[in-house]
């Protein structure tokens, strides 16, 4: 018996996929870090977001695995909350417009613990990262498959490491690249736009799937 249903985990990965190329504030985050304080900076500030994001992950994990293991009905309950928030996730990407995810400007040359500190808080102290892994995790895992706290594990690495890799290939690719990004609206929207329209699909489906 495999791990995962093979129609969730490629749902998952197109979503994820999707998601992690998609502008969000940790790439462009990085990116005015790459601007601001050069490729070494852009790469210490991408890893600083994913430990942040390891530590949401590590705490979703918990939490559901807590969730499984003393109420299927708050499972239930908790996969319903989950497919509205990406309905309503999906609804903000298509009404975002590209100011709204300008990032902050570089600044001077800081020191490498400090551009690694403020990645991690950059990410550990925004609560939409802790309700993300909430409700899109536990979406695509079930019990009959094996070890639910693997697959939380194994789903929620995949997620991080895919955004880890965009990033550190923005950083590395320099400040030209990052300002493209930021400024080629055109591109922004269409991806926005994409992303919007796969999360409400994705959200659809799962409400669906999840009342029957």
Do not use: C
Not at 8 to 13: D, H, P, R, T, V
Not at 137 to 144: K, N, R, Y
Not at 171 to 198: K, M, N, P, V
Request: overall charge positive; hydrophobic content about 45%; cysteine-free.
């Amino acid at each position: 018996m495999t791990l995962f249903d093979p129609t969730k985990l490629a749902l998952f990965l197109v979503a994820s996929v999707s998601l992690n190329l998609t502008p969000g504030p940790d790439i462009l985050y990085v990116a005015a870090r790459t601007i601001g304080h050069g490729r070494t900076g852009g790469l210490i500030s991408a890893l600083g977001i994913t430990t942040g994001r390891l530590i949401h992950l590590a705490a979703a994990v918990a939490g559901v695995s807590a969730l499984l293991a003393h109420s299927a009905t708050a499972m239930s309950s908790l996969r319903i909350g989950g497919a509205l928030y990406l309905l309503y996730l999906g609804v903000q990407q298509l009404r975002r417009r590209h100011d709204e995810t300008a990032p902050v400007g570089g600044g001077r040359p800081a020191p490498r613990r400090r551009l690694y500190l403020q990645g991690v808080a950059t990410n550990v102290l925004n609560p939409k990262v802790a309700l993300f892994y909430l409700a899109f995790l536990p979406q695509f895992i079930d019990p009959g498959h094996g070890s639910t706290l693997l697959q939380l594990v194994i789903l929620g690495t995949i997620q991080n490491l895919g955004g880890t890799l965009v990033q550190l290939v923005l950083a590395w690719s320099g400040g030209s690249l990052g300002e493209r990004l930021t400024s080629h609206q055109a591109w922004i929207r269409w991806q926005r736009r994409t992303s919007g329209s796969i999360l409400i699909g994705l959200g659809a489906w799962l409400l669906s799937t999840s009342r029957r």
